[in-house]
């Protein structure tokens, strides 16, 4: 099969540009509403997707709803130019066509993502999500894969995204 070049339309802000280039394992973005982490973390995860085969992907939200109302849209609008990507609207995930996928979780749910197999992991405004989340659910996952996880947020006390950066 020949090998595509799929340009996604996605502008990163310097921040970001410099965060794309220089990312870690673990990585803590804290910044203002509206600075462009839900757009840079998205995206990152769409590029691992396209150039890595069957590995799978996790975006998390405090809530499965605001999921699909924050994340849903805007993982479709970027991967619309993507040949063979395919939406399942009841799961909230993106099948790559090199067998790699994005989904979209909620932690009001935890033990739904025990057994899942991860490669990397977004966790968006961690101060609102289980505090066990990490350590009981992902964390092993990401040890046996060697995968990544970001989490990113605005300040909101000195709770477990405070913690956690």
């Not at 990585?27 to 890595?52: E, Q, Y």
């Not at 405090?62 to 999921?67: R, S, V």
Request: hydrophobic share 35%; with cysteine.
């Amino acid at each position: 099969m020949a090998e595509r070049i799929v340009t996604i339309e996605y502008k990163p802000y310097a921040w970001a540009k410099k965060w794309h280039e220089n990312i870690k394992r673990y990585n803590v973005l804290v910044l203002h509403r509206r600075g462009g982490k839900t757009t840079a973390t998205i995206n990152h995860l769409i590029k691992d997707a396209l150039t890595n085969t069957n590995h799978r992907y996790a975006f998390i939200e405090p809530t499965y709803k605001m999921a699909k109302n924050i994340v849903w849209d805007m993982l479709k609008h970027y991967c619309r130019v993507i040949p063979d990507v395919k939406f399942n609207e009841a799961e909230l995930r993106a099948d790559f066509p090199t067998g790699s996928r994005i989904t979209l979780y909620g932690s009001d749910n935890p033990d739904a993502l025990r057994g899942i197999t991860l490669n990397g992991v977004v966790f968006d405004e961690y101060s609102q999500q289980p505090s066990n989340i990490w350590s009981e659910i992902i964390a092993p996952t990401l040890s046996t894969t060697g995968g990544y996880a970001i989490w990113i947020g605005t300040p909101k006390g000195r709770n477990a995204f405070y913690r956690q950066y």
